[in-house]
């Protein structure tokens, strides 16, 4: 299994032959998709989709209701392409068994309707890989690799941290890093390595196209 960063939430996994590609939004640069044997969104906001990017590839689209309905009216000549899944669907996706979890974003504020969101589990070989979205809501089931939010306007650092220690996966790589200065990442970058480390998970923040 091999895990790229491509900018913000972007990840690019490769597996047994397959690409999937997660979450190109207008943060991450262009050619993320190239290659790609599939591409899941898990939600509208633009830092998670963007048309562009899923323009660049003829694979197939994975992702919830409400994206489609965003396809279908801004970018209808992706509307072939979707496949919508459901809250715990499973589908496999070039081959790779995914599983769809939880249905919503996180509180952005309380007087503001939530969003619809899902997190997707893949499972290569022997290794899970959890992207959450924009939310914490964990898979309730083992996960070896999270890919753990670390700064965004729905989340205070504590939060973050809490939610990847409840996970408990041994691994934890940083998405979600674009809304802080350099000197805010560095600030959440030790709270996350300092809790995690003391619960003998490790932590790390991969630069833009740095593999794990």
Not at 27 to 45: C, Q, Y
Not at 71 to 96: K, Q
Not at 152 to 173: C, H, L, Q, T, Y
Not at 178 to 202: E, M, P, Q, T, W
Request: proline residues 7%.
């Amino acid at each position: 299994m091999r895990l790229t960063k491509l900018g913000h939430s972007c990840i690019r996994i490769e597996h047994d032959g397959a690409v999937i590609v997660l979450d190109p939004g207008v943060f991450t640069a262009p050619g993320a998709t190239d290659g790609a044997d599939a591409v899941l969104i898990t939600h509208e906001h633009p830092d998670h989709y963007d048309a562009a990017h899923l323009r660049a590839t003829d694979a197939p689209i994975f992702t919830i209701a409400a994206v489609a309905a965003q396809i279908r009216e801004g970018a209808p000549d992706l509307a072939e392409r979707v496949t919508i899944v459901g809250p715990g669907e499973a589908f496999a996706p070039a081959g790779i068994p995914v599983t769809a979890v939880g249905e919503l974003h996180a509180v952005i504020h309380p007087e503001m309707q939530r969003f619809d969101n899902s997190g997707y589990l893949l499972t290569l070989g022997d290794t899970t890989v959890f992207h959450p979205g924009d939310a914490l809501t964990g898979p309730d089931r083992p996960v070896d690799v999270l890919l753990a939010p670390v700064c965004a306007p729905w989340m205070k650092v504590a939060e973050g941290i809490d939610f990847a220690r409840s996970v408990g996966a041994p691994r934890n790589v940083a998405i979600h890093d674009r809304v802080y200065s350099d000197a805010g990442l560095a600030i959440a970058d030790n709270h996350f390595g300092r809790f995690l480390g003391a619960a003998g998970l490790d932590y790390r923040r991969l630069a833009d196209g740095a593999e794990l």
